[in-house]
T-cell receptor
């Protein structure tokens, strides 16, 4: 158990819908990262937050957004869902933005029908 | 920019045999390198990391990796495979300064037969 929690574990929804994935980092970690794992794209970095502020963006679509709240939990919002958005979404956390060791949560499996 | 290449999407070994999973990296700055393992239906777990200290890095579960700058490689090895080692293994690279985005390879699935 990494100490990073993600909810829900599974999510099934339809095209065009909007969903919110939630992540609670390890106690004491200030930085949260979101990754997408799909069969065709592999593991890709989406976005990072540090202490409530967006720190970096990766291959994140404009239909996707995220935020980190004062209690440091983070949410990833996915809207206008398409079939291709079906994937595993991982959250990871680290102590600081410059800390190299990232601890991964168990992931949320999103299925878009 | 950083990237990693993992040679072989699948590697099959017999129980007790040597495990060798290959990773080559490309980085415009001195890299930090990582190996993660993913068991079915689970998240990623850090096996080991190289952060510019010793070039031979020992990790959990008997795995180790050697950083070879001249070969731009960071191959993962284990002397004797166990059935429980069957999983997917990911090599990742990040810059050693500034923002710590991890860039992952495509993964290698390790199959262990009795």
């Amino acid at each position: 158990d990494s100490g990073v929690t993600q909810t829900p574990k599974h999510l099934i929804t339809a095209t065009g819908q909007r969903v919110t994935l939630r992540c609670s980092p390890r106690s004491g970690d200030l930085s949260v990262y979101w990754y997408q794992q799909s069969l065709d794209q592999g593991l890709q970095f989406l976005i990072q937050y540090y202490n409530g502020e967006e720190r970096a963006k990766g291959n994140i679509l404009e239909r996707f957004s995220a935020q980190q709240f004062p209690d440091l939990h983070s949410e990833l919002n996915l809207s206008s869902l398409e079939l291709g958005d079906s994937a595993l979404y991982f959250c990871a956390s680290s102590v600081t933005s410059g800390q190299n060791e990232q601890f991964f949560g168990p992931g949320t499996r999103l299925t878009v029908l | 920019a950083q990237s990693v290449t993992q040679l072989g999407s699948h590697v099959s070994v017999s129980e007790g045999a040597l495990v060798l999973l290959r990773c080559n990296y490309s980085s415009s700055v001195p890299p930090y390198l990582f190996w993660y393992v993913q068991y079915p239906n689970q998240g990623l777990q850090l096996l080991l990391k190289y952060t510019s200290a010793a070039t031979l890095v020992k990790g959990i579960n008997g795995f180790e990796a050697e950083f070879k700058k001249s070969e731009t490689s960071f191959h993962l090895t284990k002397p004797s495979a166990h059935m429980s080692d069957a999983a997917e293994y990911f090599c990742a690279v990040s810059a050693n300064t500034g923002f710590q985005k991890l860039v992952f390879g495509t993964g290698t699935r390790l199959l262990v037969s009795p």
